[in-house]
């Protein structure tokens, strides 16, 4: 038994982009490991890519999180109505991705192009007018998806500050389960009141597509709320993180930064996001799984009622199936990647996402060439104790 007081593990020092050498070791060991987590429970911990990939897909999988045995990240507290359709199984869970889903469409998301473009230039021609240096996060790669979720959902940018410091402490793994869910609960409540304006005067947003759900009895307004919170949570946290923290891992690797900055072809630039979204993996607490039958698999049997943790992070650097994984190589083929899991239950934004990064990372050291850091690594603060791995800020110059 490999006992765990806490997942993730934690990083090593001075390797701020790799995975923790523990999760290494397990991979090398075999495709499975119980652990211990915070509760005592001993759920699986799934390393391997084949294997994650098997699992995700199995019709024997519950992502329900009320089911026991299923390995929970922290105590919860609070009552039912808050649970969101990505901890839901089918048939819930595809009802309630349904209602949204068309707004997430390639084709959906490529017509935010130019929306997306203006966004970016808008900020980096204030970016060039303002102070050097600067905090990239504050300044740019923060307010880049922010603007984009709040026009896309209908919430005012104005208010910012609300939820982007709700969602720190929600998404924050050493907050205190109390302030936890009462910065779930301010969120909801936000995203109810709103609810409550669309439903009284719906606008041309995804809010008010949801607001029609609910007056046609498809959904109810505490659905359409709840919805509404996931949706801005994820629409701004991952992306800022990716582009802070694929911004650092660029300026880490000089080379692989200017063949970014010095090719015109969108191909190596979708594949440069690939790359990243493979190489960080930003999301290090494991998609969490319950088994509702016996499944054998990788040498092992995984008992109904039993937990397991997928590690995506590892399984992203699994050189079985990406050689030498290690190495930042923008153009190698990386869309097999698990960063947005895999199945059913993968993630309903990564269209607008990629479009996001593809966007900035492409616009960002074009437009700033000399862009470079003005503090050494070690100076800068990462997000450790996070579900959503980062930088809190990203100090450079140019």
């Not at 075999?30 to 699986?44: C, E, Y």
């Not at 996402?353 to 966007?359: K, N, T, Y």
């Amino acid at each position: 038994m490999t006992e765990i007081h806490e997942f993730p593990m934690a990083r090593a020092a001075g390797c701020p982009f790799d995975p923790p050498p523990p999760l290494r070791d397990l991979q090398k060991e075999g495709p499975l490991a119980k652990v211990r987590l915070w509760d005592g429970s001993t759920p699986w911990l799934v390393t391997t890519y084949a294997e994650q990939r098997a699992l995700l897909a199995d019709p024997r999988v519950s992502a329900d999180v009320t089911r026991p045995g299923y390995p929970i990240q922290a105590p919860r507290i609070g009552a039912g109505g808050t649970i969101s359709f990505i901890m839901m199984d089918d048939p819930e869970h595809s009802r309630l991705r349904r209602m949204v889903q068309a707004q997430f469409t390639v084709r959906r998301t490529e017509s935010l192009r130019p929306a997306v473009q203006k966004i970016v230039d808008d900020l980096i021609d204030d970016l060039l007018a303002g102070p050097n240096p600067v905090d990239l996060v504050e300044a740019f790669a923060l307010p880049v998806p922010s603007l984009v979720i709040c026009a896309l959902l209908g919430v005012p940018y104005a208010d910012h500050d609300f939820f982007q410091e709700n969602s720190k402490t929600v998404i924050r793994r050493s907050t205190p389960p109390e302030e936890r869910a009462a910065a779930g609960a301010g969120l909801f409540e936000y995203l109810d009141a709103l609810m409550g304006e669309k439903l009284a005067d719906p606008a041309d947003d995804l809010l008010s597509k949801l607001a029609e759900r609910v007056k046609a009895g498809e959904m109810t307004r505490q659905e359409a709320a709840q919805m509404g919170v996931l949706l801005l949570i994820a629409g701004h946290e991952t992306t800022a993180n990716m582009i802070a923290l694929g911004t650092l891992a660029l300026l880490r690797h000089p080379g692989q930064l200017a063949l970014l900055r010095h090719n015109d072809d969108p191909r190596l630039v979708a594949s440069a996001v690939e790359e990243l979204l493979r190489y960080l993996n930003i999301t290090h607490s494991g998609r969490r799984r319950v088994a509702l039958a016996d499944i054998e698999i990788g040498g092992q049997v995984i008992r109904a009622g039993e937990g397991m943790i997928m590690a995506n992070d590892i399984a992203n650097r699994d050189p079985a199936i990406f050689p030498d994984p290690d190495e930042l190589d923008i153009r190698r083929d990386a869309r097999r990647h698990v960063a947005f899991g895999f199945g059913v239950h993968q993630c309903l934004g990564q269209p607008l996402a990629r479009m996001e990064l593809q966007v900035a990372y492409r616009t960002l050291y074009r437009r700033i060439p000399s862009l470079r850091l003005a503090a050494d690594l070690e100076q800068i603060p990462f997000k450790h104790d996070g579900q959503v791995y980062g930088v809190y800020e990203l100090p450079v110059t140019w």
